[in-house]
């Protein structure tokens, strides 16, 4: 090993530390940023190496410093104002984009590698590497673009083929088939690689598009999964092990995340795979009956004078950008002596950990925030809880209702409570697309308008009351 090669591991070895101690961090809010900082410098080691160091892969070029710099510069002030400009509302829509931008680029480290082997040839273990990076790359772009379409509203949940389990089936099977024919071939045909190529991008269309919009916080943490795959594939066709290591590290991530996800939502990890769970209505609950609102100066009243009060934040909160008065208001109630707690769901708003992101940006207390199980064990002891946008993750079908679309999920027992408040807009479904029986209970009482001028409204007829 020359001194040259020696300085690059040893690069590397810097670079991935960065990765782990960053990843490390980012699992307490505390230190999210922290190390949402270190592992940005981790990868910016490793692009400096990759870029500065002798090409070792299999893949040999002149490179264009002037161009590499430039699309780098371009890229930058992209990424940097997508992050700045984005809403937390918008959030999930982005990371489902950004999966998508790596899953392109590795679709199209694949087929370069495949396209030069078709005209010079190359080792059958490249090729092989070429064709997994071409097939995950291909179907973490489709399928990423196809979550983000449903997310931002471009895609409707009933744009689903006939027989969309049959056809992802099919289209799995004709990319197997296609990537053993491929890797068989010293010199691949570029007729079966084009139609590879197509035959991927195909199937991550009909592998997002039958899967409702309650399950995108499965998907975005599967396809998530995928993009590290995809990096690590990539990685193993150049010799960089900042990318292998980089990619296993998200890749495992997003599978453990997508297993949890599963579990928090009562789904299996075959569902996932194979699509077209979700999106089926069928079994909606039908319960309605009547509603009973309640007004802000009783419910302030009922809060001044509550000993624990929790908090269970949705969608909505993050829509009506209700975080910061919500935090104003919980402050307001503790110094009146009430407990404030917040109930946080697994898979509340449209991509794990959303409202943990929302409630953080607000200056939260790690400490307030309950899961699941947690938040279940306070409940009978609650006086009165805050259902502030959230629908599904509180639904009580998911209990009691065998036909439901969501039985079996594992929900928010806020029907526990002395008293449950939900604040909502209007009497709409939720993002499952189904009826929430709570809202007809003894016990629940409707708030309808607003969230941020609903929660401003209490607070300051706590201040006065």
């Not at 991530?253 to 979700?278: E, K």
């Amino acid at each position: 090993m020359t001194y040259t090669q020696t300085l690059v591991n040893l690069g590397y070895l810097v670079g991935v530390i960065f990765f782990v101690i960053g990843l490390k961090r980012m699992s307490h809010p505390d230190s999210a940023s922290r190390g949402n900082l270190l592992a940005g410098i981790g990868m910016g080691i490793g692009i400096l190496i990759a870029l500065f160091a002798p090409l070792q892969g299999s893949f040999d070029l002149s490179v264009s410093y002037t161009l590499i710099f430039v699309s780098l510069i371009i890229g930058g002030i992209i990424g940097y104002f997508a992050a700045v400009k984005v809403a937390l509302t918008a959030m999930p829509e982005m990371v489902s984009l950004f999966n998508g931008f790596g899953g392109a680029c590795s679709m199209l480290i694949g087929l370069t590698e495949l396209y030069k082997a078709s005209i010079v040839g190359s080792s059958q273990l490249t090729v092989i590497n070429g064709v997994f990076a071409l097939f995950v790359g291909a179907i973490t772009f489709t399928g990423s673009v196809i979550a983000w379409g449903k997310l931002a509203g471009f895609v409707n949940d009933k744009w689903v083929l006939p027989f969309s389990q049959f056809f992802s089936l099919l289209f799995f099977v004709i990319n197997v088939v296609l990537g053993v024919l491929i890797s068989l071939q010293p010199f691949p045909s570029i007729l079966l690689v084009v139609l590879f190529f197509v035959a991927g991008l195909i199937y991550g269309v009909v592998f997002v598009t039958p899967i409702g919009g309650g399950d995108m916080p499965v998907v975005i943490s599967l396809l998530n999964s995928f993009s590290g795959i995809g990096a690590t594939l990539a990685g193993l066709l150049y010799n960089n092990d900042v990318m292998v290591v980089g990619g296993i590290l998200v890749g495992a991530s997003g599978i453990m995340l997508t297993v949890l996800m599963c579990r928090a939502m009562n789904r299996s990890l075959f569902n996932v795979l194979v699509g077209g769970f979700g999106g089926s209505s069928s079994g909606v609950s039908s319960e309605d009956g009547e509603v009973k609102e309640v007004l802000h100066g009783d419910l302030a009243i009922d809060l001044k004078y509550a000993k624990k009060v929790i908090i269970v934040p949705g969608y909505g909160l993050a829509q009506a950008q209700a975080q910061h008065v919500c935090y104003e208001l919980e402050k307001s109630l503790e110094a009146e002596g009430v407990q404030v707690y917040y109930g946080i769901h697994p898979v509340a708003g449209r991509m794990p950990g959303h409202m943990n992101v929302l409630l953080a940006e607000a200056q939260v207390p790690y400490d307030k925030l309950l899961e699941l199980e947690p938040s279940n064990e306070q409940f009978e002891s609650t006086d009165v809880v805050l259902i502030i946008g959230a629908n599904d993750v509180v639904n009580p079908a998911a209990k009691d209702s065998p036909g439901s679309p969501i039985y079996g999920m594992p929900i928010l027992d806020v029907q526990l409570a002395k008293k449950a408040v939900v604040l909502k807009r209007s009497m709409n479904p939720g993002y499952a697309g189904i009826q929430n029986p709570l809202f007809f209970k003894e016990k629940t009482y409707m708030l309808f308008g607003d969230a941020k001028e609903s929660l401003s409204t209490l607070k300051n007829a706590i201040a006065s009351s």
